[in-house]
């Protein structure tokens, strides 16, 4: 039996925020605004999602449930692009192609391969399965192009020393690629390796609340884990290495105006 959270309740957990504020009224950070409408924002999209998916849940039409897929994909890739500093312009369709391609593909191998879902495009799996892969792989996204652009912007030096002695472009943004990859997934690293001893994953907590046995629900955590962490990689190194020649002119030199 579910506990359902009333009205109360949801004031209640509002009311925490308070705690947050004050620390930031305290500090003079000047964070109120932004947290208040964060809040507020989360919890209008949350409640407008819920009454789609509730629609999308009882119609579960393939071609319905992958529009929606692609909604997520293209809202996600818009935040990555926003949250680099990269122009959306410029990187747009390149970063969507790599989004796309490690998303779809370890969630594919999941649901195709692994639990087998009758139908395979059942709703109930398929859209809350690739909304996490999804969203773990925006997070990495943002810190793997962020950290590779800005290594190299702050390093210009080095780097164009690089290709004065002869290194092909490739060659040259290994060393800040290599650093862009290890910072996104060292998180994810440390999350694996703690899990269950320090904290209880959302999927699994999420199922347990909702009536699955334990050993049932930390199946599926353990898998959809493995294959966040495989996306998060991909999306990571397929994006970068699609974003090289916009990023960089006919003499491989990075260019300023790629950066909004």
Known sequence: MIVEVDMPSMLSMFALLLIPIGVFIYLGIGLVRETIFSALRMTVQLLLVGLYLKYIFVLNNGWVNLLWVVVMMVAANVSILGKAGLKRRLFFWRSLTGVATSTLVVSGWFILVAIRPEPFYDARYMIPIIGMILGNCQRSNVLSLERFYSGIRKNEQEFITYLM?????????????????????????????????????????????????????????????????TAMVIAAIVNILLSLPVAFDDHQRLRLDVFQ
């Open 165 to 229: 002695l002869g290194a092909t472009l490739r060659e040259a943004v290994f060393p800040y690629l290599r650093t862009s990859i290890k910072g996104c997934v060292n998180p994810s690293i440390s999350t694996m390796a703690t899990m269950g001893i320090v904290s209880l994953p959302g999927m699994m907590t999420g199922q347990i609340l909702g009536g699955a046995m334990p050993m049932a629900a930390i199946k599926y955590q353990v898998g959809i884990m493995l294959c966040i962490f």
